[in-house]
């Protein structure tokens, strides 16, 4: 079973609106974390914003939120006020076992945004 | 913040031959360094850990003597692609955790993509 999945492989969105990307998870462990990412075109991986399993609020940072969602085991995220410069693959990844450093990715999300 | 190097961004070389790719970590001191590996419009997929002073730890399927990986310092992982062959073109990616915290997300290098002709 896959253990990360985004069933979005892409999405437009005209500029400035709001968009949701789609990341569901499966583990068994109680203590997890999960993260999202941004790849441009250029290849790097961009660190967005972080959901740890036992956070009781939703994460933000800056346009970017979380909607956690732990019992449908759901990890949305919300980029608002949505720019040209977001347009890139998006990946959900998720880290189980605190003391375990390797993470897990979804098979990623192509956001082009439509000015 | 934390920042991850990758050397070199690209490289293309002939079947048969052997490419070393290397990350360093450039202001925190790494213990566990960890090389992925993407091919084209696909997620990345976990190769190897890579402990520095020990042997790397191999995800199932990857090949420990064809992806030689050596994690000499705190600062420095090496992949060796050895005996390259065109199968193993793709983009190949490190990261390290850039805290102590549990939080702490793993920071990626830029990646070096790699065609084997």
């Known amino acids: 079973a896959q253990k990360i999945t985004q069933t979005q492989p892409g999405m437009f969105v005209q500029e400035k609106e709001a968009v949701t990307l789609d990341c569901t998870y499966d583990?068994?462990?109680?203590?997890?974390?999960l993260f999202w990412y941004k790849q441009p075109s250029s290849g790097e991986m961009i660190f967005l914003i972080y959901q740890g399993s036992y956070d009781e609020q939703n994460a933000t940072e800056g346009r970017y939120s979380l909607n956690f969602q732990k019992a449908r085991k759901s990890a949305n995220l919300v980029i608002s006020a949505s720019q040209l410069g977001d347009s890139a693959m998006y990946f959900c990844?998720?880290?189980?076992?605190?003391?375990?450093?390797?993470?897990?990715f979804g098979t990623g999300t192509r956001l082009t945004i439509i000015p | 913040g934390a920042v991850v190097s990758q050397h070199p961004s690209w490289v293309i070389c002939k079947s048969g031959t052997s490419v070393k790719i290397e990350c360093r970590s450039l202001?925190?001191?790494?213990?566990?360094m960890f090389w992925y590996r993407q091919f084209p419009k696909q997620s990345l997929m976990l190769m190897a850990t890579?402990?520095?002073?020990?042997?790397?730890?191999?995800e199932q399927g990857v090949e420990k003597d064809k992806f030689l990986i050596n994690h000499a310092s705190l600062t420095l992982s090496t992949l060796t692609v050895t005996s390259a062959h065109p199968e193993d073109s793709s983009f190949y990616i490190c990261?390290?955790?850039?805290?102590?915290?549990?939080?702490?997300?793993?920071?990626f290098g830029n990646g070096t993509r790699l065609t084997v002709t």
């Open positions: 990261s390290a955790r850039g805290g102590q915290t549990y939080n702490s997300p793993l920071h």
């Open positions: 583990t068994s462990d109680q203590s997890y974390g």
């Open positions: 202001d925190f001191q790494a213990t566990t």
């Open positions: 890579s402990n520095e002073g020990s042997k790397a730890t191999y």
């Open positions: 990844a998720m880290r189980e076992d605190f003391g375990n450093e390797k993470l897990t």
